[in-house]
């Protein structure tokens, strides 16, 4: 029977790093964003022989995974055993041990048997272990990142959190990052919608938000908004896209405004759009408002959170780039074709993508939220950004793909219109300066480094 190894040593105590992997959230923080995989039921917990299933795809076939916990000794190992899935036999034992005081020694042991026996074993262990091995590399840098960024983030201990656009890109993996570190999340969700029996109902349409829910929370991160992507700017998209933002935004401001006792932070989402098109100009939080229609829709945007700076409560507007990620964004929807070989520069390639990798993303919120001395503007950027032709090289040897096949200018306005012409051929030379300022640290400051992370391809 084949048996897979891989352990590391992470710069955390013993205690720390098993409590993390029992809190909620852990399953979904090892999970690599490039296999699609969601946890669709859970019973009981660790130290029970608790069960989770997982659902996922390989190529066309959609496949389910239940695996049980049979051991636990804390601050020491427990296993999980497959009960139904695609493997023959699947245990994976996870092992801590104390590295001193202050670091801990990682280690997962797989004993799996494919399918098909002896046939199976000869034809897909290459596979399957070099799969393992993309796997723990990245939990294991995950693991580790995300025990830095719990110590550096200031955020006191046990803190109950308010999330709008939970379910969203950043939304799904800010909360498990954050119930790992400890926190409660309460997601904000629409009337008959009720998540677990914990969650805060809004319908920003007809205004509905009750004051009074708002008051057990400790802050509120505020990223629900319509996509900008995905289609031609009709009239009636332009609209949603700022009504979702506007309307949205001021009923909760409004809202913490009439609590009796506030939230101590709304965190709320924004975006360098704001400064339109810049050309290679280094701009930071002061770089002033740009040109066009996301530009009015950021400042509309940022304007309507004045009533709960008004109240009291410390503002933090998140000036976002784009979101590294293969499970949506604008990276998502560039891999189908660069992976077939399709891929290239668009228009002139010159114009500034300003960057950031999902996991910094997740960091700098929880930064943000732990550091009373940032409000305002904060551009949430990676402090390296790139023209777009640099973007495609690098994507393109990440992938170990060819990048020769253009888009034109003239095919991006036919195709796609103003809004083809704002996301694809303009952009922004942005820079994270207020939060490079407050201390935080990139875990992924160059374009490489965080594609190579995301993808699963960290050996060049």
């Known amino acids: 029977m084949p048996v897979f190894r ?25 999970t690599p964003p490039w296999e699609n995989i969601q946890v669709t039921d859970r019973s009981g917990g ?32 427990f296993r999980d055993e497959q009960v139904d899935g695609p493997f023959e036999r699947w245990v994976h034992t996870h092992r801590f041990e104390a590295e001193g005081a202050t670091r801990c020694r990682v280690m997962d042991e797989i004993e799996w048997e494919p399918p098909l026996g002896a046939l199976g074993e000869a034809f897909g262990r290459p596979l399957v272990e070099g799969d393992l ?9 995950r693991l580790a990142g995300d025990l830095e ?22 939304g799904r993996s800010l909360t498990p990052a954050l119930t790992t570190e400890g926190h409660t999340v309460v997601p904000f969700v629409r009337p008959g919608r009720s998540v677990d029996g914990s969650s805060i109902e809004w319908d920003p349409g007809t205004n509905r938000l009750d004051p009074t829910s708002l008051e057990p929370l400790d802050a509120v991160v ?24 506007t309307r949205g935004t001021r009923l909760l401001a409004e809202a ?15 975006a360098i759009g ?17 040109r066009g229609f996301l530009a009015e829709v950021c400042e509309e945007w940022e304007a309507a959170a004045a009533p709960a700076a008004r109240a009291g409560v410390r503002v933090v507007h998140l000036r976002t780039g784009i979101v590294l990620t293969p499970d949506g964004g604008a990276l998502g929807e560039m891999l189908p074709a660069f992976r077939a070989g399709g891929g290239g520069r668009i228009g002139t390639g010159r114009q500034y993508m300003s960057w950031i990798d999902l996991d910094d993303t997740v960091g700098a919120i929880q930064f943000a939220l732990g550091h009373a001395s940032l409000r305002g503007p904060v551009n949430l950027t990676a402090p390296g950004p790139v023209t777009n032709a640099s973007f495609v090289n690098t ?3 990440v992938l170990n793909r060819p990048t020769i096949v253009p888009l034109p200018s003239l095919a991006v306005r036919t195709l796609f219109g103003e809004m083809g012409k704002t996301l694809l051929l303009e952009g922004a030379r942005v820079f994270p300066r207020k939060l490079q300022e407050a201390g935080f640290a990139f875990q992924f400051s160059t374009l490489e480094d965080s594609l190579r992370h995301q993808l699963g391809r960290q050996d060049p």
Not at 149 to 170: E, F, N, Q
Not at 256 to 270: F, H, I, N, Q, Y
């Open 6 to 30: 891989f352990e590391s040593v992470v710069d955390a105590p013993l205690a720390e790093v098993f409590a993390w992997h029992t809190r909620p959230g852990a399953m979904e923080r090892l």
């Open 256 to 270: 913490l405004d009439r609590c009796a006792a506030p939230p101590e932070t709304l965190v709320s989402g924004s």
């Open 222 to 245: 505020h990223l629900a908004g319509e996509p900008i992507a995905g289609g031609r700017w009709t009239a009636e998209k332009k609209a949603a896209i700022r009504e979702s933002r």
């Open 46 to 77: 660790m130290s029970d022989g608790g069960t989770v299933t997982l659902r996922f795809r390989r190529g066309p076939i959609p496949l389910t995974w239940t695996v049980k916990h049979t051991a636990f000794e804390p601050d020491r190992m």
């Open 395 to 397: 994507l393109g040897r």
């Open 133 to 141: 091995r993309r796997l723990f590399r990245f939990r294991h840098d």
């Open 274 to 290: 704001f400064y339109g098109d810049r050309g290679s100009e280094s701009i930071g939080e002061d770089g002033g408002r740009g």
């Open 149 to 170: 960024r719990i110590r550096t983030s200031g955020m006191r201990p046990g803190l109950t959190i308010g999330i709008t656009g939970a379910s969203g890109l950043i």
